[in-house]
């Protein structure tokens, strides 16, 4: 065994996870060591600003010192106790977070892909015991370009060749639409009513460049899940929690989903929390020896998602987001007009993406964003050309300002290979 205490470098942590760990990710050339507010540092020090958030999960910063309290002194009290007993965490929490959003009950489970798991579990079981669905012909309605986590049912309705490919059988159910189109929506509803348990959607579709459906998409498609008796299951795993500039993306909308699905910033980048709420009607399909998860509800993940849905509160993080936001697309808006590179911004709060003037195929974006990180900011491109722009809400308008002048700069001065 190695007992040395010398610090490896960026080259040789790389070369580790290169050798031992799996390729199932193709991540910037940067090693990160620590994390504080809206900064993350590399090994040698070199500072930069996080703007992808770890996808959304860092919405209250890195390592706020609220969520850390919380976790340590959770840690040292009581960590793991199994769902075969109650714990003095859950309940409270339990109370706590179906009151925050609004809903009579909570499931809690860990990660994100698990949360959409166990909506689509609810959502089958309501369907054969509420709705009378007929026994394994339940569908729930899906869109392209969607992303719901890597589990084989979820690949199963995914439309991207690189997640789904060679992983099947696939799992029956699902109908695909096309994302933001109304009437494909009403089509897959009347050719098939009966059947359908469900319609599954993202607000905002993150993972696929910040695709913002046209105003009034989602309170139509609500409109019409309610018509054919169907749960409208809204995924807000990346766009909930105050990221778009609302405490839900739905909010914009005033739509209240039969089922919302919540992970991510649930725990502010701590631990891995999910939850998915419903009221009762819908919740108590479910019962003992149905659906679980050891984790799940633990008192650590109960301790930390409350600290961390309170400080979304305390500081006022949608209210920032929805501001900052604003101040964001103008600056980008303007370099659009400059730049021959950028054709486009897209965004809410502080879920933003740029379009690059090229190919998916090409490396353009990748190569922005490794300037971007020379000049002290880190993004990455997702779907090849798109740069998707989602630091912590945490950040100022001075910050914000500065990593605008970052991302101007770079790019009008980015020489195209
Ligand atoms: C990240 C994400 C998931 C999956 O969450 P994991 O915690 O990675 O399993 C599901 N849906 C959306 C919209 C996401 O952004």
């Known amino acids: 065994m190695e007992t040395t205490t010398k610090k490896l470098s960026s080259a040789e942590l790389m070369e580790l996870e290169n050798k031992y760990g799996a390729h199932n990710y193709h991540p910037l050339e940067v090693v990160l060591a620590k994390g504080e507010g809206v900064y993350v540092w590399d090994v040698e020090g070199k500072r930069y600003f996080d703007f ?5 999960a860092v919405n209250q910063g890195h390592c706020h010192p609220g969520l850390v309290e919380a976790i340590n002194k959770q840690a040292a009290t009581l960590n793991l106790t199994s769902r075969a007993f109650y714990n003095d965490q859950l309940g409270v929490y339990e109370k706590f977070v179906s009151q925050y959003f609004g809903f009579d009950k909570v499931l809690p489970m860990n990660t994100g892909a698990e949360g959409v798991e166990t909506a689509i579990k ?4 309501w369907a054969y015991e509420k709705k009378g669905v007929s026994k394994d012909q339940a569908k729930i309605i899906v869109c392209g370009e969607n992303f719901h986590g890597r589990t084989v049912t979820i690949i199963s309705f995914s439309s991207d060749p690189d997640a789904r490919g060679s992983f099947g059988p ?11 189109n109304i009437d494909a929506l009403r089509e897959a509803l009347n050719a098939d009513s009966e059947n359908i348990a469900g319609f599954l959607v993202e607000p905002i579709q993150g993972e696929a460049g910040v695709n913002v ?8 498609a609500y409109d019409l899940c309610r018509q054919h008796n169907v749960l409208f299951i809204g995924d807000e795993i990346q766009t909930g929690i105050a990221r778009t500039g609302k405490m839900l ?19 502010g980048g701590m631990y891995p929390v999910a939850a998915v709420m419903a009221n009762n009607e819908i919740m108590d399909v479910i019962k003992p020896g149905q659906h679980g998860s050891t984790y799940g509800g633990n008192p650590m993940a109960c301790a930390v998602a409350m600290k961390a849905l309170k400080i979304v509160r305390e500081e006022q993080l949608a209210d920032n987001a929805y501001n900052l936001g604003l101040l964001f697309r103008e600056r980008m808006n303007v370099l659009v007009e400059k730049s021959d590179l950028v054709s486009k911004v897209r965004g809410k709060g502080l879920l933003n993406a740029i379009l690059i003037n090229d190919t998916p195929e090409s490396s353009t974006a990748m190569d922005i964003c490794k300037a971007l990180a020379k000049n002290g900011l880190l993004a990455k491109p997702t779907h090849g050309n798109i740069i998707r722009f989602a630091p912590p809400l945490v950040m100022n308008q001075q910050q914000l300002n500065e990593c605008c002048s970052i991302i101007e700069n770079t790019i009008l001065n980015f020489n195209k290979k």
């Open 213 to 220: 459906p046209d105003d009034g998409f989602l309170s139509k």
């Open 249 to 267: 993306a739905l909010d914009y909308d005033n739509v209240k989903p039969d089922i919302l699905i919540l992970g991510k910033a649930l725990s």
């Open 122 to 125: 609810i959502c089958r079981k």
């Open 52 to 56: 992808l958030s770890a996808y959304s």
């Open 170 to 180: 696939y799992t029956p159910g699902f109908v695909s639409i096309p994302y933001n």
